[in-house]
């Protein structure tokens, strides 16, 4: 099997600042990306008593071409209304272009002839256009509080299409997303304590839409699913932060519920193959903890990680199954600079299994590295 991926990204931006004591501010953001992903596999199975390696008995071969092209324009506006009060505004769209283009070659095991299976063979065309418009209202109250209150409007249309198929799919829809905050800033100069709620839209990767149907393996078979819908995630945080002579800590607690989750989708064929797709299968429901510090003990030396850990239970009606349990990881970075141009960076991670709603996905993993400059 043989995979490549090819990618690039152009970014451009531009601030007016309408002087100092105005506080206005206009600014415009423009990126483009571009990801080319090329994904081969060639099977060749041989008589097991006489291989001939130059005639197999049985061949498979399939190219797989994906391009993924992404364009933003997005502009905000920054207008304070007194001392205290401000107003932000903004636009943001997005053109996503997704193309895949594959192919099966077999061995026909009745005439031995290697040749293109045209019923696993096909181009897809698949366009996401987004426009959202937003706004925010920020106001302090007295000496110790601050809130802010927004909302975010997006338009998304979607379209999909087979180049072997009459009918392309469409979808379009609206959506209201608001988001609230609370903040309070406390004794301590540099903490403060902050609660939010948003509500968060995910729209599906390639790697879920892809209907590409990998077959490198006979018995485990797996593609994406191009008629998935976005997750839409209701979110509620607290955060404490504190920050003092070189030392910051950040805490986090936290609830998110989707539900309407993408999830891994199993399933097994008559042939006792094990498919693999994805669906808007799942209820998600996540509470966590996230632990955040850095600090230097010394003027040269630097040291910062992360900790996370969160309980996660999924539920679908659907599939009629249900999965729950605790996930958690915990990453470390360090470095001390010598002079002279030398320094020497350290960094260390530790990841546990994911909780699926069908088992977990295996990535337990402890990885350091040790870098001289």
């Known amino acids: 099997m043989d995979a490549t991926n090819r990618s690039y990204d152009l970014l451009g931006s531009y601030t007016r600042s ?5 506080r206005r501010e206009w600014t415009v953001l423009a990126q483009h990306s571009r990801n080319r992903r090329d ?10 008593l006489s291989p001939d390696f130059d005639n197999p008995q049985y061949r498979e071969q399939s190219p ?11 502009t905000d506006y920054v207008h304070p209304i007194g001392e205290k009060q401000t107003v932000e505004v903004g636009a943001k769209m997005i053109q996503r272009t997704v193309f895949s283009d594959y192919e099966v070659y077999r061995t026909n095991l009745s005439t031995g002839v290697f040749g293109l299976e045209p019923s696993l063979t096909n181009k897809f065309d698949y366009d996401q256009d987004v426009l959202a418009g937003y706004a925010t209202y920020g106001t302090s109250l007295g000496k110790k509080y601050t809130a802010r209150l927004g909302a975010r409007v997006e338009r998304t249309d979607l379209r999909g299409n087979f180049q072997n198929q009459d009918n392309e799919f469409r979808l379009t829809y609206t959506n209201v997303l608001p988001n609230v905050a609370l903040t309070r800033n ?10 939010t709620y948003s509500r968060r839209i995910q729209r599906p990767s390639i790697l879920y839409l892809n209907p590409y149907e990998n077959t490198s393996d006979p018995r485990n078979v797996s593609k994406g699913n191009p008629e998935l819908n976005a997750e839409f995630t209701d ?10 002579k070189g030392t910051s800590i950040n805490v986090t607690v936290y609830s998110r519920q989707t539900n309407n989750a993408i999830e891994r989708v199993y399933s097994t064929d008559a042939n006792g193959r094990v498919l693999a797709t994805f669906g808007n299968v799942a209820r998600n429901q996540t ?8 600090a230097k003990p010394l003027p040269k030396w630097n040291i910062s990680g992360n900790i996370s850990a969160f309980y996660v239970y999924l539920s679908s009606k659907t599939l009629n199954t249900s999965n729950r349990g605790v996930v958690y990881s915990a990453n470390i970075n360090s470095g001390y600079k010598l002079g002279k141009g030398i320094s020497f960076q350290m960094f260390a991670m530790l990841n546990s299994p994911r909780i699926q709603l069908q088992g977990t996905r295996e990535c337990l993993q402890l990885r350091s590295t040790f870098e001289h400059e």
């Open 235 to 244: 979110n509620y945080e607290l955060n404490w932060n504190t920050f003092a």
């Open 39 to 48: 994904n081969d596999y060639d099977v060749r199975q041989f008589p097991l």
């Open 287 to 294: 509470y966590g903890l996230n632990l955040f510090g850095s």
């Open 186 to 195: 406390l004794k301590q100069p540099g903490s403060s304590l902050r609660a």
């Open 18 to 22: 309408f002087g100092a004591k105005s």
């Open 64 to 74: 797989n071409l994906a391009r993924n092209l992404e364009s933003t324009l997005q």
